[in-house]
């Protein structure tokens, strides 16, 4: 296209073919910036569909890290890896059931926040550890309503504050044996756990934000807290 322009200046009066000649070189000199800028075999960003484990989207590290906390597409199933992690040698996930579309891998899932959001989730978190709870929680969505009902039911209300739980209402309790009761069992299979006030703000920040994580979990899945 700029050799015609060439061309039709060559065939204008003097002062036409000036302005035709001054604006051929400016879209020469554009478009040898806009070539010099393009590095050799520059493409878009990956997407998350792109791959087939979270581990290979980490190891490629070319998509978006939505969350900040260095995982890239944790929405996608095991293996998984973290920062300057390969994934290799992670257990498999089990196959989901038939018309589930979540996964139940083997390895104890890293529920990754940033301390600088929870601080106070994370305070509490510490403190529960020291006093004897346990780090690692089991995914148990069904019941989780009636445990938190049952453990704060004498615990009072502050305004401002909500009542946090760890292990959280979703990591623990499944009835025991023939009691269709909620008792307290291990694993930590039970209704009772470590309350703390904290700022309603981030406690239901949190809890959004757990829920979201565990998403794709199965029940029966092992997870734990980390904070970045």
């Given at each position: 296209?700029?050799?015609?322009?060439?061309?039709?200046?060559?065939?204008?009066?003097?002062?036409?073919?000036?302005?035709?000649?001054?604006?051929?070189?400016?879209?020469?000199t554009a478009l040898l910036a806009t070539s010099a800028g393009a590095a050799p075999?520059?493409?878009?960003?990956?997407?998350?569909?792109?791959?087939?484990?979270?581990?290979?989207?980490?190891?490629?590290?070319?998509?978006?890290?939505?969350?900040g906390d260095g995982r890239y597409c944790e929405s996608l199933p095991c293996p998984c890896a973290g920062p300057g992690e390969s994934g290799e040698g992670e257990p498999a996930p089990t196959k989901p059931r038939p018309g589930s579309s979540c996964t139940?891998?083997?390895?104890?899932?890293?529920?990754?926040?940033r301390r600088a959001d929870y601080p106070n989730i994370?305070?509490?978190y510490i403190g529960a550890l020291r006093r004897g709870w346990p780090k690692v929680m089991v995914l148990n969505r069904p019941g989780a309503d009636a445990r938190?009902?049952?453990?704060?039911?004498?615990?009072?209300?502050?305004?401002?504050?909500?009542?946090?739980?760890?292990?959280?209402?979703?990591?623990?309790?499944?009835?025991?044996?023939?009691?269709?009761g909620l008792v307290r069992g291990r694993?930590?299979?039970?209704?009772?756990?470590?309350?703390a006030?904290?700022?309603?703000?981030?406690?239901r920040s949190h809890g959004?934000?757990?829920?979201?994580?565990?998403?794709?979990?199965?029940n029966g899945t092992r997870f734990r807290y980390v904070f970045r």
């Open positions: 296209m700029l050799a015609r322009m060439w061309t039709l200046a060559e065939r204008l009066p003097a002062s036409r073919a000036r302005v035709i000649a001054l604006t051929v070189s400016l879209a020469a075999g520059a493409q878009a960003s990956a997407t998350c569909a792109d791959y087939e484990t979270q581990a290979d989207a980490q190891r490629a590290a070319d998509t978006r890290d939505s969350d139940r891998p083997r390895a104890v899932q890293r529920i990754v926040f994370r305070r509490h938190r009902d049952r453990l704060l039911e004498g615990v009072p209300t502050r305004d401002g504050f909500d009542r946090d739980e760890y292990p959280a209402a979703v990591g623990r309790g499944r009835p025991n044996g023939r009691s269709r694993d930590p299979r039970g209704w009772k756990a470590d309350v006030y904290v700022r309603s703000g981030e406690n959004s934000s757990l829920g979201n994580k565990l998403r794709r979990f199965c």
